[in-house]
């Protein structure tokens, strides 16, 4: 079975359209969260996913979007979206965040935003990875919330390894070694790599691909401008950080 595996949209229906048109229709779509946020098209993007998406868990934004959770952790410009979000956000968008669940466990892999356990939590050194992978018996864990395409290896004898997919590629699962695979971002990629990123798991292959792709971020910027959001939220896109 193959799964595209999106996360992290931010509202960027631009970005999130392009992705979806390079997915297969016999793919299963899941969503690691964050579909709202940052972006100038929350609703649409919300929507989108609802109707593409198999299965989707709640990304802090969107939770900062439905209860304010986490805001006086954001920076200023984080905060000012989210502020934006809830005045645009649909009853309907609401409805169907809030119902999504924080983690979901397939037999040969978990989804969660961040982290096991620690939702919310970045992984970002060895420490935490180390963390993650001690807080799950999953043998494969799917993430995104760094924005940073990425994956970390634990080796049988504990030890941790990483590899960044900056400008795409593929991994080769072996047995006897987990994984914790950060997909990267379809809305705001941040690994300095403009191109926006999801990943493809093919569970008869054991197989992740990175799939890096263009999309129109002058669209986008010029959408962020004209809804008045933060000028740093335009201009981050160009540079992919």
């Known amino acids: 079975m193959r799964y595209a595996i999106v996360s992290d949209i931010h509202g ?139 994956y970390w290896v634990q080796e049988p004898d504990g030890s941790i390894g990483h590899k960044h997919m900056q400008n795409g590629g593929e991994l080769q699962l072996e047995e006897g070694r987990r994984y914790i695979v950060d997909v990267g971002s379809v809305g705001q990629p941040r690994d300095l790599n403009p191109d926006a990123s999801f990943a493809i798991y093919d569970s008869s292959a054991r197989r992740v691909e990175w799939v890096r792709y263009p999309y129109p971020i002058a669209e986008v910027q010029e959408k962020i401008h004209h809804v008045h959001l933060p000028d740093y939220l335009a201009t981050r896109l160009e540079s992919g950080r």
């Open 12 to 150: 960027n229906i631009e970005s999130l359209e392009r992705a979806l048109a390079l997915i297969g229709d016999e793919d299963t779509v899941l969503c690691l969260g964050d579909i709202v946020g940052y972006g100038p098209n929350p609703n649409e993007c919300v929507r989108m996913i609802q109707a593409r998406a198999q299965n989707a868990v709640l990304g802090n934004h969107d939770l900062a979007a439905l209860e304010n959770f986490g805001v006086e952790y954001f920076n200023d410009a984080a905060r000012a979206a989210i502020a934006w979000t809830q005045e645009v956000l649909s009853d309907e968008s609401r409805t169907w965040l809030n119902g999504l669940s924080y983690e979901l466990r397939f037999p040969d892999f978990l989804l969660v935003h961040g982290a096991p356990v620690n939702y919310f939590e970045y992984i970002l050194d060895k420490r935490t990875a180390a963390r993650a992978f001690a807080n799950t018996d999953a043998p494969l864990v799917f993430i995104g919330h760094t924005h940073i395409a990425e």
